[in-house]
């Protein structure tokens, strides 16, 4: 019903920068709250940052503020995760997922609730 493509991973270097993009199919994207979650090898995935359905309110995980910016352009049914300042811990495959509970975003940290996940894209960051 719902699919995401995710595309901008990659390598780059402590410091740098990259953009994530995660392309939704679908009529109702913006019913959706997005999220991006990571995972790194060995380890649990974890809540980077959601964006609610009009794009006008954020929230992040501590590790990443400051750093990484999540928007959404509805027209384009694209959300993206723009990352500055890029860290060696920052490595790890991100996936992009949709929720349509209607969660507030600072609820929305968890994996339930996010019903559609795309297939995830690496990001290496060398120090």
């Known amino acids: 019903q719902v699919q995401l493509v995710e595309s901008g991973g990659g390598l780059v270097a402590a410091g740098g920068s990259l953009r994530l993009s995660c392309a939704a199919s679908?009529?109702?994207?913006?019913?959706?709250?997005m999220g991006w979650f990571r995972q790194a090898p060995g380890k649990e995935r974890e809540f980077v940052a959601a964006i609610n359905r009009s794009g006008g309110n954020a929230y992040y995980v501590d590790s990443v503020k400051g750093r990484f910016t999540i928007s959404r352009d509805n027209a384009k049914n694209t959300v993206y995760l723009q990352m500055n300042s890029l860290k060696p811990e920052d490595t790890a495959v991100y996936y992009c997922?949709?929720?349509?509970?209607?969660?507030?975003?600072?609820?929305?940290?968890?994996?339930?609730?996010?019903?559609?996940w795309g297939q995830g894209t690496q990001v290496t960051v060398s120090s």
């Open positions: 679908g009529r109702t994207f913006s019913s959706y709250v």
């Open positions: 997922a949709a929720d349509s509970t209607y969660r507030r975003i600072v609820l929305a940290t968890t994996t339930a609730g996010y019903g559609y």
